[in-house]
Nanobody, 122 residues
Framework: VQLVESGGGLVQAGGSLRLSCAASGRSFSRYAMGWFRQAPGKENEFVAG????????NYLASVKGRFTISRDNAKNAVYLQMNSLKPEDTAVYYC????????????????WGQGTQVTVSS
């Protein structure tokens, strides 16, 4: 199984980025998918997740209303649209797949991407 992330980069505060994560090796259409992030000197934290059954979502409180997670089961992919970015959103973002339902716990996900850097300048 391989997860390939893309879409990170440098953006000014208030800008937008769209992260993509494409999975290969097996289908994750019946598993939850999510995004986590890790800022320098901080622990990894849950950002957003999406269930497979009803596409219900869950978000970190500080990103709710600014970030949108979506998935395309046909492409075995998950996306994170990030708007109104803030300097505190700067982190390495990781996609995670394989949980039975959306979870904020890293250990509930079986597979992880390599991470993509998002830097928001003030």
């Amino acid at each position: 199984v391989q997860l390939v992330e893309s879409g990170g980069g440098l953006v000014q505060a208030g800008g937008s980025l769209r992260l993509s994560c494409a999975a290969s090796g097996r289908s994750f259409s019946r598993y939850a998918m999510g995004w986590f992030r890790q800022a320098p000197g901080k622990e990894n934290e849950f950002v957003a997740g999406i269930n497979w059954s009803d596409a219900s979502t869950n978000y970190l409180a500080s990103v709710k209303g600014r970030f949108t997670i979506s998935r395309d089961n046909a492409k075995n992919a998950v996306y994170l649209q990030m708007n109104s970015l803030k300097p505190e959103d700067t982190a390495v973002y990781y996609c995670a797949v394989g949980a039975v339902v959306v979870s904020t716990t890293m250990e509930d996900y079986d597979y992880w991407g390599q991470g993509t850097q998002v830097t928001v300048s003030s």
